[in-house]
Nanobody, 128 residues
């Protein structure tokens, strides 16, 4: 079972940047694809970005493409989400989740409830 810990959230002004981290333990890290998801109040959880087990493939939601960058350091069992040019609509609780690497897709990044293993979220607030 994967244990995940997300961190790095906070309050930032529009146009600012944050870097989220997702640290994993308990497994061989590169056997797992990792996704970042977010949930705003009153809205469903949505996929933000996913990365394959090796880190060689990535997917971004249209809403964050060109502003967010996902990466992973398998030697440190950590996935990062660099968020630049933040907008108020990026405000949400951000979660990372792990799924077996064979379930990574280049075409979508959606929650797979029942398959994904989730960490606790980290709050991101973009406001002036």
């Amino acid at each position: 079972e994967v244990q995940l810990q997300a961190s790095g959230g906070g309050l930032v002004q529009p146009g600012g940047s944050l870097r989220l981290s997702c640290a994993a333990s308990g497994v061989t890290f590169d056997d797992y694809a990792i996704g970042w998801f977010r949930q705003a109040p009153g809205k469903e959880r949505e996929g933000v970005s996913c990365i394959s087990g090796t880190g060689g493939s990535t997917y971004y939601a249209d809403s964050v493409k060109g502003r967010f960058t996902i990466s992973r350091d398998n030697a440190k069992n950590t996935v990062f989400l660099q968020m630049d040019s933040l907008k108020p609509e990026d405000t949400a609780v951000y979660y990372c989740a792990a799924r077996p690497a064979e379930y990574y897709s280049d075409y979508q990044c959606v929650p797979y409830y029942g398959l994904d293993q989730w960490g606790k979220g980290t709050q991101v607030t973009v406001s002036s």
